[in-house]
């Protein structure tokens, strides 16, 4: 059986079973909202999991705050027993978008069931149906699990992945599907037919399954104007590393204290401080007009932490670039992560011999350097080296 043909068996039994408790087993409308809510969390769980194990590179912008420290990040952690490895580079992305799209589709439940349970009659969990409704997810879970082991794992479609694209096949069923349900508790609020939210819901739930299922078509089908969805992205693969370095190979590390100036400054460029100066400003206007000193520390309060935050964000973005790092001088330069283990880049030396060294704050503090150019299609950033290692290699010796 082929992979669509699965997926395709996936959908319409996923998709049956709500229909047919609705229509033989008594379930009322708010049972059928518990069962599409539940798969939508089900949905983003495996998404996860998939996420978890994709091999392929992240795709945001490097020059993001903490989470761009990560984008070109090599590395990994093996699995015990299931030979499976977890991509460092991975983590980040998953603590920061599973908690925001898994409070999205808690809120969006929660409108769907207060609006349908209210205005509907039935209850979701009467006891004559509550075991046919149980049955009735553990069929989706079940057959969630079996798509996720059979085409994503065992046939080896997590190393074509990136993070991002595993999440993705559950973010849009979480933003769509989970719409759909906030709008049929809306409805259901405001009097509309059961009849028709239900026709409504189940259409909307299966097209878009079904779209899912043949996204490369519609993407091939209107390909100049990029209709993707976010469905299209095909990152390219972690390319391998020479570590062989000929010639005797000197090792220069970033100075620790000018990362660490460097990482606060960065985060205090950012755009939260214009928020932090915003919210201090306003408070303290408001406060003075109004003679309301409370308004005005309150004020001053919130700005300050977000300072303070977000100069702790920049300290951390500079640590995990800079402070493990190791730079390894041959005939070639090699970046190595020293905590990781794990060579992040390879350059020729005479790039870094032909680029112009300048100077950030931090290098003028503690009397370092700073090398930048770019490589391979991405930024490489060896900061704060020592006076003299940079007038070694500027002179090509």
């Given at each position: 059986m082929t992979d669509r043909r699965l997926s395709l068996l996936t959908v319409l039994v996923t998709n049956a079973i709500p229909l047919v408790g609705v229509g033989f087993l008594g379930w009322s409308i708010a049972a059928l909202v518990v069962v599409y809510w539940v798969e939508l969390g089900v949905g983003l769980g495996f998404a996860a999991l998939r996420a978890t194990f994709a091999q392929r590179p992240p795709e945001h912008d490097a020059d993001l705050l903490l989470l761009g420290a990560f984008r070109h990040k090599r590395g990994r952690v093996s699995i015990p027993w299931i030979e499976l490895d977890v991509q460092v580079a991975n983590i980040p992305i998953l603590l920061v978008l599973f908690p925001v799209?898994?409070?999205?589709?808690?809120?969006?439940?929660?409108?769907?069931?207060?609006?349908?349970?209210?205005?509907?009659?039935?209850?979701?969990?009467?006891?004559?149906?509550?075991?046919?409704?149980?049955?009735?997810?553990?069929?989706?879970?079940?057959?969630?699990?079996?798509?996720?082991?059979?085409?994503y794992f065992l046939d080896g479609q997590y190393e074509s992945v990136s993070v991002q694209g595993a999440l993705k096949t559950a973010i849009w069923p979480v933003m769509v599907v989970g719409l759909a349900l906030a709008v049929s508790g809306a409805a259901a609020t405001s009097g509309a037919p059961a009849t028709v939210i239900l026709v409504a819901l189940v259409a909307t739930k299966s097209l878009f399954d079904l779209a899912d299922i043949y996204r490369d078509r519609l993407v091939a089908f209107d390909e100049r104007s990029a209709l993707d969805f976010g469905w299209a992205s095909d990152p390219d693969d972690?390319?391998?590393?020479?570590?062989?370095?000929?010639?005797?190979?000197?090792?220069?590390?970033?100075?620790?204290?000018?990362?660490?100036?460097?990482?606060?400054?960065?985060?205090?460029?950012?755009?939260?401080?214009?928020?932090?100066?915003?919210?201090?400003?306003?408070?303290?206007?408001?406060?003075?007009?109004?003679?309301?000193?409370?308004?005005?520390?309150?004020?001053?309060?919130?700005?300050?932490?977000?300072?303070?935050?977000?100069?702790?964000?920049?300290?951390?973005?500079?640590?995990?670039?800079?402070?493990?790092?190791?730079?390894?001088?041959?005939?070639?330069?090699?970046?190595?992560?020293?905590?990781?283990?794990?060579?992040?880049?390879?350059?020729?030396?005479?790039?870094?011999?032909?680029?112009?060294?300048?100077?950030?704050?931090?290098?003028?503090?503690?009397?370092?350097?700073?090398?930048?150019?770019?490589?391979?299609?991405?930024?490489?950033?060896?900061?704060?080296?020592?006076?003299?290692?940079?007038?070694?290699?500027?002179?090509?010796?």
């Open positions: 799209f898994g409070t999205i589709w808690f809120v969006t439940g929660g409108i769907a069931l207060g609006g349908t349970n209210v205005a509907i009659a039935g209850d979701p969990f009467e006891t004559e149906t509550m075991s046919t409704v149980a049955l009735g997810i553990m069929g989706i879970v079940v057959g969630r699990g079996v798509k996720t082991v059979s085409e972690w390319s391998s590393i020479d570590t062989e370095l000929q010639d005797t190979v000197d090792i220069v590390r970033p100075r620790g204290a000018a990362v660490l100036v460097d990482g606060v400054i960065r985060g205090l460029r950012t755009e939260a401080v214009g928020l932090a100066a915003f919210i201090g400003g306003l408070s303290l206007l408001f406060g003075t007009l109004g003679s309301n000193p409370e308004l005005v520390l309150f004020g001053g309060g919130v700005g300050l932490v977000l300072l303070v935050f977000v100069g702790l964000c920049g300290v951390v973005d500079g640590l995990v670039r800079y402070s493990t790092m190791e730079y390894r001088f041959g005939r070639d330069v090699v970046g190595h992560d020293r905590l990781l283990g794990t060579p992040q880049w390879r350059l020729p030396r005479w790039k870094l011999e032909r680029c112009d060294p300048h100077r950030t704050f931090a290098d003028r503090v503690f009397g370092t350097w700073t090398l930048t150019l770019d490589h391979d299609g991405r930024t490489v950033r060896i900061p704060h080296v020592s006076d003299a290692f940079v007038a070694e290699l500027c002179t090509g010796d």
